[in-house]
């Protein structure tokens, strides 16, 4: 495990804020979460990795990448569900050209999801 330390004199800011900001990211308030989750679906594509390496059999690896695609799957739709409650809400609140824009990239971003 690598452990990183800050360079001296460089700022840190919090890992976890209180309370998500206008200009914040939906996602801000579970980063660590998500961040967690990332490590974990990293330490699944490894084994994956060295499943293969080690000539698994076939059924167990693709078993692996189901549960590797369905880990990412659900890091997606909690993205996006903090996306719609957050972002989208708050332009759709503002009204405007925003709102428009905020709802048709929300609708793309879906399209994507079903299509992968």
Do not use: F, W
């Not at 914040?24 to 980063?31: A, C, L, N, P, T």
Request: with cysteine; charged share 25%.
């Amino acid at each position: 495990m690598i452990v990183r330390t800050p360079t001296p004199g460089a700022t840190t800011m919090p890992s976890t804020p209180t309370a998500p900001g206008p200009s914040d990211h939906g996602y801000i308030s579970d980063k660590d979460r998500y961040l967690a989750r990332l490590k974990r679906i990293e330490g699944q594509a490894r084994g994956i990795h060295r499943m293969i390496d080690e000539d698994s059999y076939c059924i167990d690896i693709l078993t692996q990448i189901s549960a590797l695609t369905s880990a990412l799957e659900n890091v997606a739709l909690g993205l996006l569900d903090d996306h719609l409650r957050h972002c989208v809400v708050d332009a759709a609140r503002a009204g405007g050209p925003e709102a428009t824009e905020k709802l048709d990239e929300a609708s793309r971003a879906i399209a994507r999801l079903i299509k992968s």
